[in-house]
């Protein structure tokens, strides 16, 4: 994707949230199991369904709970590329929004 097409997902994905797209912020999974189990219910998305990818990571357009995470702080994200590297999600994102596969 050139960055263009990075730039306009981004937008894209704000706007729906702006838009007040209901996600699943919770549970936060607490162990490798339950992060591996929420990983294997994005794997059985369809490519293409972007707005079901979103809603079952839990993405919000703001820093979340009462530790404010971010994917800024995430092992996942790209700095430069304003990126979610997670195979499972691989979205371009801004650095104040967050989901509920936040690591560190
Ligand atoms: S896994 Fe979630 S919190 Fe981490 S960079 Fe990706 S979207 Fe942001």
Redesign the pocket.
């Known amino acids: 994707m050139s960055k263009k097409d990075d730039d306009d997902l981004r937008i894209r994905i704000g706007n729906m949230m702006a838009e007040g797209l209901k996600t699943l912020t919770e549970p936060f999974p607490e162990d490798n199991h339950q992060f591996e189990l929420v990983l294997r219910e994005l794997r059985d998305i369809d490519d293409n369904d972007l707005e079901q990818k979103l809603v079952v990571?839990g993405?919000v357009d703001k820093p979340y709970g009462e530790e404010e995470?971010?994917?800024l702080e995430?092992?996942?994200?790209l700095v430069h590329r304003k990126w979610?590297?997670?195979p499972e999600?691989a979205?371009p994102?801004e650095a104040e929004?967050?989901?509920r596969?936040?690591?560190i």
Do not use: A, E, I, T
Not at 74 to 77: E, P, R, S
């Open positions: 990571s993405f995470q971010r994917c995430c092992m996942y994200y979610c590297d997670l999600l979205v994102v929004w967050w989901c596969l936040w690591r």
